[in-house]
């Protein structure tokens, strides 16, 4: 204990200056004095000139610690400069100075003398490290090196680490320091008190310690970790219904992307596009066309893909009203087939034109990585994206049909086209700009879709039965319905994908709808009234 | 008799001629040309054939409910394919312990999975007459739960056609899993014989063709039987005026019910001629696309004259099988551009132009007839 004593003496000395010494470093001579006294001396004292290393405040020390730990730390015999290996392969090694960090060249294996290091040093050192890491100015590497030490606190660590908590700021930094501690309590000595710290704990380093504790041949400590575990399992399960429903969510905001163009086209306007999925896709290889154009701005790339999408797809869609659609009007039967046909082209299309493969979208940094909530729930930043993304459509969309004039244009044609016309309503002309406007938002689908799944000339065709039933589901001719629908649906398939698995669960959903539509044929939110009819 | 009626129809006549004729020739130019004369069929061909004879099969089975019920199924590859499966594994069941692994009862495919025993619904499959009653059983059944459910809720049209996609591309997902117990992925293959027939032999093959052909008789004129009777003409007042029908007094959903039913049943029996033939099902026979490929047969041939459903299926799929040897590419073009232009050039089909032929031949169009037309 004597080293350990006055190590954390000394550490406290220097923890009580270490804000004015942060950035400190001792002058050269110095540095060379305590590096030449860490060459020169025996195994026994060098902890002592470890200590002094660590306690000088200098910046360079880490450098220097962990080089010596790794064996890397070294003298040129010749000129005394104190060095830092950086390759020691072949016959001249690569090195560069420990005290001003320049590059000295190759420098001959024979003229560089490492300083040794033993094992009981090395797991020394580890500690040492970490507590200069955790007195590092910068918040993120504290956070990181009090992570680290959950379930590898030490004798000499855990004398410190009160003093430690004291003087932290961060209170995340806090809240580890305080876990490490009390993993170390509950684990070495036993002590109940240090329990009641890590029942809200996510960490499995705790939980494992709780686990061992709740083992133990004390009663009243088995007791105490049974009931902290208890209360993880709760915090835990929570978290699972947390991220169960965010998946939910995502796949459902995927659905109703998708599906919302249809309940436009569809829905509104009552026209069966079965070429709906390849709109889709078509807006997903203008995001991956857009990329080509704009090598290395994959970001800026992905936000001129919104518009584009939606113009792309939209005037596709456009063209396939004006040569094929309009012609079949009040034959939805033959729209379907016809439609069906189209959607077969475009995929063939694609495949000859493009590749038959799938083609590689990147994902922005910005969308790439994911939140970390707490250490047992992370959500995927792009799918936060894309309900985002959902949303905002559908709020356009309402915002579109309630409040503008093509809006009530729209649902004038579509509820009594004769009357409509004899009010002077233009009704081609809203066809025309409501189909764009359906197509439109399946390419903005395919933009978002780009970023979460494969871009190929299959894209569009896996959507479409989910498309029509997600609308289905909802109620023809009713968005707040389709929005219901997919989002509920989703949320249903990710329910049951733990204990179905990923292809019954998707078979249970499809059974589902069938049988709901025949419960009620309509859809969750029927229309009522005059817009029913026909 | 509602089953002879169609006997005396000079089109029945007609087109059974044919039929026949056809079964006839090919089967003589099998048999008694020498293999290097130009009019030899091969006994390729004549599989190939009896092919394009089940998909017309399946044709006619959905020409009776789209043509004449009204109803646009998207579904009835589910159909054709539960009969196919069944067959298959009546066939799976006769191949005995001549399989890979050499088990006595368990297919290859099951050995493989590490399956100690036969599941239930595959026992009884190794006597003939028990498949071929599953053959009309498996989708007469799904059939009939599924209409009655949907015609008794009146989900007709549009929604229909949707939930008959959804049907088929369910059960497709179902089959794919190898826990269901039919072959997974691969499906059912590697048959051997077929009521102690050997597969391989050009015998067995023009056998099954001939009974391919007899099966497509009997299928149409029991169609025609079906379409030529009081329910038929119910079942088209059905297709044109639903409500109406409905308020006249009939029940409705009884004969969409059992049209569909039989419908169903006729499907199935192509699927279980079909298997034998190619020699494999597998869970692809339930995808959505080809069920809607079907549809464009009876659309190219003409809807609701069933033999315009024969004469689309054969077509279609000559053309694909040229297609598909010289520009594979091409073939979904092709198909694709079939669906777009039949809808909206040729609503009649191939038949329709016949009967304007035929018409303009005969008489020259009245006022009265044209506004009927």
Redesign the interface.
């Known amino acids: 204990m004597g080293i350990t004593g006055s190590l954390s003496r000394l550490l406290l000395v220097c923890l009580l200056l270490w804000p004015a010494m942060a950035t400190a470093q001792v002058d050269d001579s110095e540095a060379q004095q305590l590096l030449t006294a860490l060459a020169e001396s025996s195994f026994a004292e060098k902890k002592d000139v470890v200590n002094r290393i660590a306690g000088s405040g200098d910046e360079r020390a880490r450098i220097w610690l962990e080089a010596f730990a790794a064996n890397k730390l070294a003298r040129i015999e010749s000129t005394g400069q104190f060095v830092i290996v950086l390759s020691n392969r072949g016959r001249d090694w690569d090195v560069e100075s420990a005290t001003t960090g320049e590059s000295l060249g190759e420098v001959s294996r024979r003229d560089i003398d490492t300083i040794r290091v033993n094992n009981s040093l090395r797991s020394e050192l580890e500690s040492i490290l970490s507590v200069i890491d955790l007195k590092s100015p910068n918040e993120d590497s504290r956070l990181t090196a009090a992570r680290a030490l959950r379930g590898n606190v030490d004798d000499g660590l855990a004398d410190q680490l009160p003093d430690l908590i004291e003087a932290e700021t961060a209170s995340d930094v806090r809240l580890a320091l305080t876990e490490a501690l009390a993993i170390y309590q509950v684990e070495e000595q036993g002590d109940r008190s240090a329990v009641a710290v890590l029942s809200g704990s996510l960490n499995s380093d705790a939980r494992a310690a709780l686990q061992n504790a709740a083992r133990s041949d004390d009663p009243a400590l088995a007791a105490a970790a049974n009931k902290a575990l208890e209360s993880i399992e709760q915090k835990l399960k929570f978290n699972r219904a947390a991220e169960t429903l965010y998946f939910g969510l995502s796949l459902g905001s995927v659905l109703v992307l998708a599906a919302i163009g249809l309940a436009i086209t569809f829905g509104v306007m009552g026209v ?1 596009n079965m070429a709906h999925g390849e709109l889709i896709m078509l807006g997903a290889y203008t995001t991956w066309g857009m990329q080509q154009l704009l090598p290395g701005q994959p970001g800026l790339a992905l936000i001129l893909s919104i518009p584009a999408g939606f113009l792309v797809a939209a005037l596709a869609g456009i063209a396939i009203e004006r040569t ?1 659609i309009q ?2 009007k009040g ?8 439609t ?6 475009l ?3 694609v ?2 034109v493009i590749s038959p493969l799938n083609r590689t979208v990147i994902t922005p940094d910005w969308m790439s990585g994911s939140v970390m909530i707490n250490e047992a729930l992370s959500l995927t930043l792009n799918r936060m994206y894309v309900i985002g993304f959902a949303l905002v459509v559908f709020a356009g969309l309402m915002l579109i049909m309630r409040k503008t004039r093509l809006g009530l244009e729209v649902r004038a044609v579509t509820q009594n086209r004769a009357m409509a016309r004899s009010m002077g309503i233009k009704a081609t002309k809203v066809d025309i700009l409501t189909f764009g406007l359906g197509s439109g938002v399946a390419g903005l689908a395919g933009v978002a879709l780009s970023q979460i799944t494969n871009v190929g000339p299959n894209l569009g065709q896996n959507y479409i ?1 989910d498309s ?2 997600v609308v ?1 589901f909802g109620g023809v001719g009713n968005l707040w319905g389709t929005l219901l629908a997919g989002l509920s649906l989703g949320t249903i398939n990710q329910l049951l994908e733990p204990w179905a698995g990923a ?2 669960a ?2 249970l959903v ?2 589902f ?3 709901f ?3 009620r ?1 309509k859809g969750l939110f029927p229309q009522k009234g005059r817009a029913a009819e026909g | 008799m509602w089953l002879t009626r169609p006997l005396q129809e000079r089109s029945t006549q007609v087109f059974l001629g044919v039929l026949f004729a056809a079964l006839v020739v090919v089967s003589a130019l099998h048999l008694f040309m020498p293999e290097d004369s130009a009019l030899y069929v091969s006994s390729y061909t004549v599989t190939l054939l009896g092919k394009y004879l089940c998909y017309a099969l399946l044709a006619v089975a959905v020409d009776l409910v789209w043509g004449y019920l009204g109803i646009l199924s998207l579904g009835h590859g589910a159909f054709f394919a539960l009969g196919g499966y069944a067959m298959g594994m009546y066939l799976m069941r006769q191949i005995g312990d001549r399989g890979v692994y050499g088990h006595p009862t368990l297919p290859d495919f099951m050995v493989f999975l590490n399956w100690q025993e036969l599941p239930w619904y595959w026992h009884g499959f190794d006597m003939a007459w028990f498949a071929f009653i599953m053959v009309l059983l498996a989708p007469g059944l799904l059939a009939l739960v599924f209409g009655f459910l949907a015609f008794r809720s009146r989900v007709t049209g549009v929604y229909l056609s949707i939930i008959t996609q959804a049907l088929t591309f369910a059960l497709m997902l179902a089959f794919f899993r190898n826990e269901m117990g039919f072959g997974g992925n691969n499906g059912l293959t590697d048959f051997k014989d077929i009521l102690g027939f050997d597969l391989r032999t050009d015998a067995t093959r023009l056998g099954l063709f001939i009974a391919t052909g007899i099966a497509l008789a009997i299928g149409y004129v029991i169609c025609r039987g079906i379409v030529t009777s009081k329910l038929g003409r119910v079942s088209v007042a059905c297709r044109d005026a639903e409500a109406r029908t409905r308020f006249l007094g009939y029940r409705v959903e009884r004969v969409q019910l059992f049209v569909f039913v039989v419908s169903a049943m006729l499907a199935g029996v192509a699927g279980a001629l079909y298997v034998p033939q190619v020699g494999i099902i597998n869970p692809s026979e339930f995808s959505p696309l080809f069920s809607i490929e079907i549809v464009v047969w009876v659309a190219l041939g003409g809807r609701a004259t069933l033999y315009g459903a024969v004469i689309g299926a054969i077509l279609v799929n000559y053309a694909k099988t040229v297609f598909t040897g010289i520009m594979p590419d091409a073939w979904l073009f092709a198909l694709g551009g079939l669906f777009v232009l039949v809808t909206v050039f040729l609503p009649k089909g191939i038949a329709g132009l016949l009967q304007k032929r035929k018409k303009a031949e005969t008489t020259e169009p009245t006022p009265a007839q044209e506004a009927t037309a």
């Not at chain 1, 034959?331 to 016809?338: D, H, S, Y």
């Not at chain 1, 069906?340 to 082209?345: A, E, Q, R």
């Open positions: 069966i094929v012609h079949l034959r939805p039967l033959e729209t379907l087939l016809a069906f046909g189209v959607s077969l082209i995929q063939q299309l495949r000859t039965i029509f039933m289905v292809v019954l998707k078979i499809l059974v709808i069938i049988l539509i025949q419960k044929p």
